[in-house]
């Protein structure tokens, strides 16, 4: 069974720096996808970036960005220029990518990110 | 295009009655997954459908609680006999058919919030 780690039950930073969320995971597949889902506090659960495993290029969205260590089954996100609605929850997922558990989306135990002014 | 529509928001019952909670996903979207909250955890996958048929209940206890996604209408999750520890958070989600550049994306609803009295 695939098992998702976040170690900073809350972080928080000032206006228009960057912080860095950790997050690692079990696995014992090759091929599986990683995200980073946003719960800001209207609970909905927004997608904020997705990595596919097979690819080596770190994804990047705008502000966020990823540095994904597959041997060391390492996902951190970073946000750069913070902003006061990067306020929220924020959960790293794992999906495999084929396979009975396919579609079956693991979570970590969040992280609260704080953006202060 | 509309987002994933979950109904009702927010659903109150009585130990001992059922709830059925609603989920309508994206256009052109055949995969529906049910996601439930606890309060400070994260997402804890349920269930996985597609038109008529259960791919993935893996997640689902085992009595109570039971889930289907009709060729017409909505997806339904259905816990009968509510108890107290039934109250949380419940999420579906929806996602394309693979193969569409999408692989692995789950677009979220708003949830629903049960609160069992």
């Known amino acids: 069974a695939q098992t998702v780690t976040q170690s900073q039950p809350e972080m928080s930073v000032q206006e228009a720096e960057t912080v860095t969320l950790s997050c690692t995971y079990d696995?014992?597949?090759?091929?599986?996808?990683l995200f980073w889902y946003k719960q800001p506090p209207s609970r909905q659960m927004i997608l904020v970036i997705r990595q596919e495993a097979y690819k080596q290029q770190n994804a990047t969205e705008n502000r966020f960005s990823v540095n994904f260590q597959k041997a060391a089954k390492s996902f951190s996100l970073k946000i750069s220029d913070s902003q006061l609605g990067d306020t929220a929850m924020y959960f790293c997922?794992?999906?495999?990518?084929?396979?009975?558990?396919?579609?079956?989306?693991?979570f970590g135990q969040g992280t609260i990110l704080t953006v202060h002014p | 295009n509309a987002g994933v529509m979950q109904n009702p928001r927010h659903l109150v019952r009585r130990r001992g009655q059922e709830a059925r909670l609603r989920c309508s996903p994206m256009?052109?979207?055949?995969?529906v997954y049910w996601y439930r909250q606890l309060p400070e955890e994260g997402l804890k996958f349920m269930v996985y459908?597609?038109?008529?048929?259960?791919?993935?209940e893996s997640g689902m206890p085992k009595e109570r609680f039971s889930a289907e996604f009709p060729k017409e209408g909505p997806s339904i999750l259905r816990i009968q006999q509510v108890v107290r520890g039934d109250s949380a958070a419940y999420f579906c989600?929806?996602?394309?058919?693979f193969g569409t550049g999408e692989s692995g994306i789950q677009y979220f609803g708003a949830g629903t919030r049960l609160s069992v009295l």
């Open positions: 997922a794992f999906m495999k990518a084929g396979g009975t558990s396919y579609g079956k989306l693991t």
């Open positions: 696995t014992s597949e090759n091929n599986y996808y």
């Open positions: 989600a929806s996602s394309p058919s």
């Open positions: 256009k052109g979207h055949s995969h």
């Open positions: 459908l597609q038109k008529e048929n259960i791919i993935d």
